[in-house]
């Protein structure tokens, strides 16, 4: 209580979205995640950087509730998909071999880090596709001998009005890989994974807008942080 006026409100890292106010519904939606050192007096994550992990998960939604897209999601075996954001080292040895295993007297540089220093931000940011979502867009061209036409049914998702977006900051304390090296792939054990913050927002769909029609992305102000 003595230096509750000195200590900074929220999660140890705050996360904020900046994206645009409205979008065409046959056009592209940007997102900006904004991660920022709010509380943290040394570099976050803190090291080991090899095993430990912090990543941004992120979702888009419809607003029926289709998922349009998605990363930084953790498969049947626990590992985060490729390509996701992701805080972390990357060791090597002489030979330029990835240290995966913890073994760092055979380290001798390092060819990947990523880190949030003391009060900096960092940014990530995506370009979200809609364009299959809304069912709407340039159509592909039709086939031109018989041999290429094949009849099949697609599932048209209605047009929707906005998207959902929900971001967040994950974290765990061992990387799975490691985990399953030390103890087997068939342990069943994983580290847990803690949610250290989450952002909410949403854009509207402008389906109306003549500009939209023909494909161009209107300019929108960033949402405020």
Not at 3 to 17: E, F, Q, S
Not at 84 to 90: D, P, V, W, Y
Not at 140 to 153: H, M, S
Request: proline share 7%; net charge negative.
């Amino acid at each position: 209580p003595e230096i509750a006026d000195k200590w900074r409100h929220g999660p140890a890292v705050t996360l904020a979205l900046e994206m645009p106010e409205t979008m065409p519904a046959d056009g592209k939606l940007p997102i900006r995640v904004v991660m920022t050192a709010n509380k943290v007096g040394h570099d976050f994550p803190t090291g080991p950087l090899d095993i430990i992990q912090s990543w941004i998960e992120l979702y888009v939604y419809d607003e029926n509730g289709n998922e349009v897209f998605s990363t930084g999601k953790r498969d049947e075996r626990n590992m985060i998909e490729e390509g996701s954001f992701l805080f972390k080292a990357e060791p090597v040895d002489q030979y330029g071999n990835l240290i995966d295993r913890h073994n760092l007297w055979e380290m001798v540089g390092v060819r990947f880090r990523r880190a949030l220093f003391p009060g900096y931000s960092d940014t990530v940011e995506y370009v979200v596709d809609c364009m299959g979502a809304t069912g709407v867009g340039e159509k592909p061209p039709l086939a031109t001998e018989l041999k290429d036409v094949e009849e099949f049914a697609i599932e048209t998702l209605e047009p929707t009005g906005k998207y959902e977006i929900v971001a967040s900051l994950q974290y765990r304390k061992v990387d799975q890989f490691l985990i399953d090296f030390l103890l087997g792939e068939d342990s069943g054990l994983s580290a847990p994974v803690v949610e250290m913050a989450r952002v909410t927002g949403s854009v509207a769909v402008d389906a109306g807008d003549e500009q939209a029609a023909a494909g161009e992305t209107v300019p929108a102000a960033p949402a405020g942080r």
